[in-house]
């Protein structure tokens, strides 16, 4: 396989089709080896449009997917962001090239260290993943918060409170909300301390996360 063709087609009539049309983040997907993040046994899709399984079940979302929440949430240089959900470590990759410090939460310790070493190998000193439980990862990082940007990789039936309590004012929490077959990305904002708002973006379908299940709604 020619991986830099297929990695040009993967943005070319993947990605920028699906209104990715931030320069740096195409700019980014281009430099990060997504190949290094996909298993071994599964090399061959690593710039399919589809989700790559991954072990325990879980999966790395479709390429124009993990660009288009990238694109959407904005992260500055100076930012501290928080995702929930490593995987493998490719999403927290690409944060880490954006942000000032990652820290990203996995409830499977064989993915947790798998993404660890990749990240390693990557280079990237400024993104930190931690072994959490499920439940753990679903009420955050409160003791290392306030964050700038919350990233939730992959579905949740609705986002908790205790999340939203976690971004600084002006904050972002950008997720995958609702049910299958219906699912939105959805981009919430702290306006002020005891204020929020929220976006809807576009709809999709991802996986959900391991400790979201279905909860009272927070209600603004």
Do not use: Y
């Not at 297929?6 to 190949?35: G, H, K, Y």
């Not at 991954?54 to 995702?83: D, I, N, T, Y």
């Not at 930190?128 to 919350?150: H, N, Q, T």
């Not at 908790?160 to 971004?167: D, E, R, T």
Request: hydrophobic share 45%.
């Amino acid at each position: 396989m020619n991986t830099e063709l297929a990695r040009f087609n993967m943005i070319e009539q993947q990605i920028r089709p699906w209104d990715v049309l931030d320069p740096t983040v195409l700019s980014l997907l281009a430099a990060v080896r997504r190949e290094d993040f996909v298993p071994a046994a599964l090399q061959g899709m690593a710039f399919v449009d589809a989700q790559v399984p991954l072990p325990g079940g879980q999966h790395m979302l479709e390429p124009r997917v993990e660009a288009r929440l990238l694109q959407e949430l904005q992260v500055q240089r100076h930012e501290k962001v928080l995702e929930i959900g490593t995987g493998s470590g490719f999403m927290a990759a690409l944060l880490g090239h954006r942000a000032q410090q990652v820290v990203t939460l996995e409830c499977d310790p064989a993915l947790a260290k798998q993404a660890r070493a990749q990240l390693q190998r990557a280079g990237l000193t400024n993104v930190s993943v931690r072994d959490v439980s499920a439940a753990a990862g679903a009420r955050g990082l409160a003791a290392e918060g306030p964050f700038d940007a919350i990233l939730l990789s992959g579905s949740v039936a609705s986002v908790p409170q205790v999340l939203l309590q976690q971004l600084k004012p002006g904050g972002r929490l950008l997720a995958i909300v609702g049910d299958q077959p219906v699912m939105r990305a959805r981009l919430f904002s702290r306006a002020g301390e005891a204020a929020w708002s929220d976006t809807d973006l576009f709809d999709t379908t991802a996986p959900r996360l391991q400790g979201f299940e279905p909860v009272s709604r927070f209600v603004f």
